[in-house]
T-cell receptor
Framework: GQQVMQIPQYQHVQEGEDFTTYCNSS?????IQWYKQRPGGHPVFLIQ?????EVKKQKRLTFQFGEAKKNSSLHITATQTTDVGTYFC??????????FGSGTQLTVLP | NAGVTQTPKFQVLKTGQSMTLQCAQD?????MSWYRQDPGMGLRLIHY???????DQGEVPNGYNVSRSTTEDFPLRLLSAAPSQTSVYFC?????????????FGSGTRLTVV
């Protein structure tokens, strides 16, 4: 199946600082999804990107899909303690099954 | 409440025991999947289904069986539990992945095999 590399694995930021996580693939992706998992919780769907160069925003979160559809990023502006958790990207296989990246664990220091 | 329901939430098994993790959704979703999550390993796909009567293997299927006799239910069977199967198991469902819909996850089953 398709593989995605996600970096960084861990990120510690001071509250108010920005945060970015990246997903990279060696092959062209049909789409990419982003999920957030709070500590002790389950993954929650955030967004899906489909088009080359697509940019979507959800309040302080900005999601981008690369022009070649081989990479994607999630950027959080002015982090808050509520942003704590692990952020995963995920890509669809031929039967729409998802393969997840390894995740970026975000810690926000007050 | 609509969503994905997993039972039990916690389970301790002895090596060699078998059990079934239950997963049910009431959203009429066609697509369902089972994942396991180990520390530092992310989510790994065990088995998935694209509709009733249709299942397929994911990345780590060994030691697990699934069936999908109805749209609502997708149980995961551990045939002979091993300590390596200690993990958190998540069931997820989706109306149609690849559109604007993502997967909805259950709250998970935390399994310990001793």
């Amino acid at each position: 199946g398709q593989q995605v590399m996600q970096i960084p694995q861990y990120q510690h930021v001071q509250e108010g600082e920005d945060f970015t996580t990246y997903c990279n693939s060696s092959t062209t992706l049909s789409n990419i999804q982003w999920y957030k998992q709070r500590p002790g919780g389950h993954p929650v769907f955030l967004i899906q990107l489909v088009k080359s160069g697509e940019v979507k925003k959800q309040k302080r979160l900005t999601f981008q899909f690369g022009e070649a559809k081989k990479n994607s990023s999630l950027h959080i502006t002015a982090t808050q303690t509520t942003d704590v958790g692990t952020y995963f990207c995920a890509v669809s296989g031929s039967a729409r099954q998802l393969t997840f990246g390894s995740g970026t664990q975000l810690t926000v220091l007050p | 409440n609509a969503g994905v329901t997993q039972t039990p939430k916690f389970q301790v098994l002895k090596t060699g025991q078998s059990m079934t993790l239950q997963c049910a959704q009431d959203m009429n979703h066609e697509y369902m999947s089972w994942y396991r999550q180990d520390p530092g390993m992310g989510l790994r796909l065990i088995h998935y289904s694209v509709g009733a009567g249709i299942t397929d293997q994911g990345e780590v299927p060994n030691g697990y069986n699934v069936s999908r006799s109805t749209t609502e239910d997708f149980p995961l069977r551990l045939l002979s539990a091993a300590p390596s199967q200690t993990s958190v198991y998540f069931c997820a469902s989706s109306y149609h992945p690849g559109t604007e819909y993502g997967y909805t996850f259950g709250s998970g089953t935390r399994l310990t095999v001793v």
